[in-house]
T-cell receptor
Framework: DQQVKQNSPSLSVQEGRISILNCDYTNSMFDYFLWYKKYPAEGPTFLISISSIKDKNEDGRFTVFLNKSAKHLSLHIVPSQPGDSAVYFCAASKTSYDKVIFGPGTSLSVIP | DADVTQTPRNRITKTGKRIMLECSQTKGHDRMYWYRQDPGLGLRLIYYSFDVKDINKGEISDGYSVSRQAQAKFSLSLESAIPNQTALYFC????????????FGDGTRLSIL
């Protein structure tokens, strides 16, 4: 059973609008969450992370929100740009030192 | 030059063959990992190593083995390849301080016929 779920395999958004990618997890021991972006023919690259002591972390156009009671996190991209088109993986671990468990990914297409 | 280098980038082979995928890194990280990616399943951990003398099984280690030859090198072997091991394989590293999340190579696309 998947411990990290991304229920939308794909998402299309107009350039300039907000992209919201969602992630749910089942293991209440998870305490550290990450988002990775992956372009075709490349490895994933780290995007942003959040620990459970926070409910929001922002880095430029990217913001991650965490709702621990709902075991839910989301990644907001504002404004969306065509270069953001990629697969986004949500990942979780029990601490920032532990191995991460990945979700299945959401493919984002930003339409010019 | 890439910080995490995987060789080969692509490989096609036959069922029953022994395959080795190699990974080297210049980041100086102690921790190294092997993942496989399958459509709809994301990345799943095969093996990981926290230093040269440490090897640990991940979620899906059956049918695989690893060797940590040096801090910078971590190889993955398929002793007798089978078609359901066809996948995209990634090597990754991380810093033991935990502040740096994992850094990935560009992957090896392996097809087993």
């Amino acid at each position: 059973d998947q411990q990290v779920k991304q229920n939308s395999p794909s998402l299309s958004v107009q350039e300039g609008r907000i992209s919201i990618l969602n992630c749910d997890y089942t293991n209440s021991m998870f305490d550290y969450f990450l988002w990775y972006k992956k372009y075709p023919a490349e490895g994933p690259t780290f995007l942003i992370s959040i620990s459970s002591i926070k409910d929001k972390n922002e880095d430029g156009r990217f913001t991650v929100f965490l709702n621990k009671s709902a075991k839910h996190l989301s990644l907001h991209i504002v404004p969306s740009q065509p270069g953001d088109s990629a697969v986004y993986f949500c990942a979780a671990s029990k601490t920032s030192y532990d191995k991460v468990i990945f979700g299945p990914g959401t493919s984002l297409s930003v339409i010019p | 030059d890439a910080d995490v280098t995987q060789t080969p980038r692509n490989r096609i082979t036959k069922t029953g063959k022994r395959i080795m995928l190699e990974c080297s890194q210049t980041k100086g990280h102690d921790r190294m990992y092997w993942y496989r990616q399958d459509p709809g399943l994301g990345l799943r951990l095969i093996y990981y190593s926290f230093d040269v003398k440490d090897i640990n099984k991940g979620e899906i280690s059956d049918g695989y083995s690893v060797s940590r030859q040096a801090q910078a090198k971590f190889s993955l072997s398929l002793e007798s390849a089978i078609p359901n091991q066809t996948a995209l394989y990634f090597c990754a590293t991380s810093d033991p301080t935990g502040r740096q999340p994992q850094h990935f190579g560009d992957g090896t696309r392996l097809s087993i016929l």
